[in-house]
């Protein structure tokens, strides 16, 4: 089974549109961690924020915020008033810990943003 | 250097070559995964070093995957006898500590293409 859905394959908007990036997980650890990538054309990707399971509060940072439902297994990721310097292709991840071999982070399948000037 | 740093940026072997992708992390990183990224798919586990202790290698497709990580640094991502599914962009990250939440720092890649 997947461990984290990206439902939204690709999602073009206009430039100063607000869009949002879905991301749902499943995992059966009480202690995980949630992130988000980009990873623009150039290849490497970019860490944006990371989120504990306990730690359920809204964060905003610019333009960026993120909507973490613990309810739901979802961690959406909103940009507001896109620029084109947002296309990429945006990765969800969850890390959960593994006795005896250490870390495993799972990522989505992606979603492609195309900010359309 | 200042970020994780893999070569050759591309490589194009042909089928049935044996292919070698060099992953040096940023200094001082105890973590290091190699994924493998197909073309319009999110990376794809494949092995995690602690130092230079392989502590899983459960994502290697198959046998003809290893990967070492000798003095617990530099690592090299080696395929033998590369087949045309093994063409992909193969990333390597590192990590400063083992602990969960810690955030990966990615390279740039390394473009493999199997003829």
């Known amino acids: 089974a997947q461990k984290v859905t990206q439902a939204q394959t690709e999602i073009s908007v206009v430039e100063k549109e607000d869009v949002t990036l879905d991301c749902v997980y499943e995992?059966?650890?009480?202690?995980?961690?949630l992130f988000w990538y980009k990873q623009p054309p150039s290849g490497e990707l970019v860490f944006l924020i990371r989120r504990n399971s306990f730690d359920e509060q809204n964060e905003i940072s610019g333009r960026y915020s993120w909507n973490f439902q613990k309810s739901t297994s979802s961690f959406n990721f909103t940009i507001t008033a896109s620029q084109v310097v947002d296309s990429a292709v945006y990765f969800c991840?969850?890390?959960?810990?593994?006795?005896?071999?250490?870390?495993?982070?799972?990522f989505g399948t992606g979603t492609s943003l195309t900010v359309i000037p | 250097g200042a970020g994780v740093s893999q070569s050759p940026r591309y490589k194009v072997a042909k089928r049935g070559q044996d292919v070698a992708l060099r992953c040096d992390p940023i200094s001082g990183h105890v973590s290091l995964f190699w994924y493998q990224q197909a073309l319009g798919q999110g990376p794809e586990f494949l092995t995690y070093?602690?130092?230079?202790?392989?502590?899983?290698k459960s994502g290697l497709p198959s046998d003809r995957f290893f990967a070492e990580r000798p003095e617990g640094s530099v690592s090299t991502l080696k395929i033998q006898r590369t087949q045309q599914e093994d063409s992909a962009v193969y990333l390597c990250?590192?990590?400063?500590?083992?602990?969960?939440?810690?955030?990966?720092?990615f390279g740039s890649g390394t473009q493999l293409s199997v003829l």
């Open positions: 995992t059966r650890d009480t202690t995980y961690y």
């Open positions: 070093f602690q130092n230079e202790a392989q502590l899983d």
């Open positions: 990250a590192s990590s400063l500590t083992s602990a969960t939440n810690e955030k990966l720092f």
């Open positions: 991840a969850l890390s959960e810990a593994q006795i005896g071999t250490g870390n495993q982070f799972y």
